[in-house]
């Protein structure tokens, strides 16, 4: 494992040479001045306010700004996901890395691992501005707000990992940009399945079967709320551990595949 | 007869230029073997397969057929790579690091431990001419010094085969000065170096052997003395020349050097004959060598020869 690390804390060092800090820099600055109303409508509340209205407006700030912050996040994670081989051959600085005797999957898994750390870093620096709100307005951290932010995880990991391996052997705007698709209109899939138009019906089956499992409860926010009585956990935890393996099974893929190609530079 | 470092037999290696259009067959069934020890040559045009001959015994192509074996491993093994250092046409690297930097991170993944890695770093720097960029980053690097970063992070783990593509790429005089030395000195060390160049001149003054590729195709190989001498021909030097002399060497052809000084060119058949009639002369004969021609001009001539061909 020593190469993967190798690969791993060099690839979070390209990251930071290529100034993405800054992009995220501003995206925090966009999200911070979304949230900066809310947060201002919050501590204009009475004391006297209702107690549950005002926990409702914390509890929708507090799940706006994690919203926010994991869309940007995953976004980035994606977009990096799907250039950070493309860079590495356009550079042709893979060449003298795989002339090494260092393993490919090795190779893939430090590369893709870095560019997950970075922005999983990110993610967590979100979470925990939104553990510090939730600590100094007493909210308590219940098990489904912890389930939201582990299931946000999992969609890092399953949508960066498949836009990484798919940028290995397709276009990396098309690597990404399916992997974009599955992420943000996934659970619109089930709804094109029964089209009266056969490729409307085709797209939606494909969709729907090869793209990992989604969540369409708002469960960060129901968490923070504490406002569901039986939170159906098996099933988050199952979409949770799904979307893990999805990502297992697509890197052990792309790995076994990558192994067998030649390396072809841009 | 030393062990070869590495063994190619009828490799071939074509490439897809997209659908509906014909493969580019890049190297067409090339068969050679590199004995250990010693520094071969790699020429041809561009387009003749040299890099993708370098790319399949590194593993970094899959060739269609044929066998490659790197001290009897498979290309692209582990084990094979870790007796080989690579350096790339043009070394590419991430320009975010450092000399050092650089040079640890290929050191760490050739499998070099940590302790001790420092010290043979800062020794490849100086013997490469770069210990006095320690603080700059590799971005803004010239492109020979990028060169000799590369041929350092390919010497650092001490491979038994060094594998150059066009090491002089972009260096001045001083820098292909530096590399010619470093082959010099592997080679007394008894390391293996196959290096690719367009420099004939260089592949002439260090290698042992040499391998033309044209089209994908070996055109010409084997040891540079052998190819370098036509069998044929011999040129004898003779000083104090008479013009009245010319009259019994009409047959062969006379160069005038230098003054009384000539050279007589003659086929091996005729050697014979031409020393006794300068000998019953009484002619000085100053010297008798097998007529060689430069790299260049040989070539030169395989280029016209295989173009009539093609």
């Known amino acids: 494992m020593r190469n993967v690390q190798l690969i791993l804390v060099n690839t979070i060092r390209d990251l930071l040479s290529k100034k993405t800090v800054y992009f995220l820099l501003f995206a925090t600055i966009g999200i911070a001045m979304l949230a900066g109303s809310g947060l201002s409508t919050v501590f204009s509340m009475q004391e006297s306010t209702d107690p549950a209205a005002l926990l409702a ?33 356009k550079n042709r600085s893979i060449v003298s890395i795989l002339a090494k005797p260092i393993a490919r999957w090795e190779f893939l898994l430090g590369k893709w691992l870095g560019v997950l750390l970075f922005f999983l870093a990110f993610l967590l620096i979100g979470i925990l501005a939104v553990l510090v709100f939730m600590i ?3 909210i308590s951290f219940t098990a489904l707000f912890w389930t939201g932010i582990m299931y946000r995880i999992s969609e890092m990991v399953v949508f960066s990992g498949l836009a990484f391996m ?21 659970t619109q899939f ?10 409307v019906d085709w797209i939606g089956t494909i969709g729907y079967y090869l793209g990992p499992a989604q969540i369409t409860d708002r469960i960060i926010k129901d968490g923070i709320l504490n406002n569901v009585l039986n939170p159906d956990f098996a099933l988050y935890w199952s979409v949770i551990g799904e979307n893990i393996l999805y990502a297992v099974v697509v890197f052990y893929i792309g790995a076994v595949l990558f192994t067998r190609k030649d390396i072809q530079l841009n | 007869m030393s062990d070869p ?45 040299k890099t993708t001959t370098i790319f399949c015994l590194l593993g970094l192509l899959l ?9 009897g491993e498979a290309p692209g093994s582990q084990k094979a790579r870790r007796q080989t250092g690579y350096q790339s046409e043009i070394f590419h690297t991430y320009d975010f690091l450092k000399p050092e930097q650089a040079l640890s991170l290929y050191g760490r993944l050739s499998g070099l431990p940590a302790v001790g890695l420092d010290n043979k770093i800062m020794r490849q720097l100086n013997r490469l001419g770069l210990g006095k960029a320690l603080d700059q980053k590799v971005g803004g690097f010239s492109k020979g010094m990028k060169q000799r970063l590369g041929v350092a992070q390919a010497l650092l783990h001490e491979p038994d085969l060094l594998i150059l593509d066009e090491p002089f790429t972009g260096l001045d005089p001083q820098g292909r000065k530096q590399i010619s030395e470093i082959i010099f000195e592997e080679k007394e060390k008894g390391k293996t170096v196959f290096f690719s160049s367009h420099i004939l001149s260089d592949i002439e003054r260090l290698c042992d052997d040499v391998i033309m590729l044209r089209e994908g195709k070996v055109v010409l190989s084997g040891g540079l003395q052998n190819i370098m001498t036509t069998e044929e ?26 003054g009384q000084v000539v050279e007589l060119e003659c086929l091996q058949h005729q050697k014979r004959e031409v020393l006794q009639k300068l000998l019953a002369k009484e002619a000085d004969i100053t010297g008798i060598r097998k007529k060689s021609v430069s790299l260049e001009q040989l070539y030169m001539e395989m280029e016209e020869k295989t173009g009539e061909e093609v």
């Open chain 2, 5 to 49: 470092a590495i063994v190619i037999e009828s490799l071939r290696k074509s490439y897809s230029q997209g659908w509906f259009r014909p493969n580019v067959q890049a190297v067409n069934g090339i068969s050679f073997s590199i004995p250990e020890g010693s520094v071969v040559g790699l020429i041809g045009p561009n387009g003749a397969g």
């Open chain 1, 136 to 138: 100094i307005w007493d």
């Open chain 1, 57 to 89: 407006q914390k509890a929708n700030v507090l799940s706006e700004i994690l919203q926010l912050w994991g869309l940007f996040t995953i976004l980035f994670a994606i977009i990096y996901s799907a250039i950070a081989m493309y860079s590495e051959k």
């Open chain 2, 63 to 71: 060739p269609d057929e044929g066998d490659i074996s790197i001290f």
């Open chain 2, 233 to 258: 021909s011999w040129m004898i030097t003779v000083s104090g020349w008479k013009p009245e002399w010319e009259e019994d060497f009409k047959e062969i052809s006379v160069d005038n050097v230098d």
């Open chain 1, 166 to 186: 798919l940028s290995q052997f397709i276009n990396m705007i098309l690597g990404g940009g399916i992997s974009f698709v599955f992420w943000a209109f996934g």
């Open chain 1, 190 to 199: 089930q709804n094109l399945i029964d089209s009266s138009y056969w490729y």
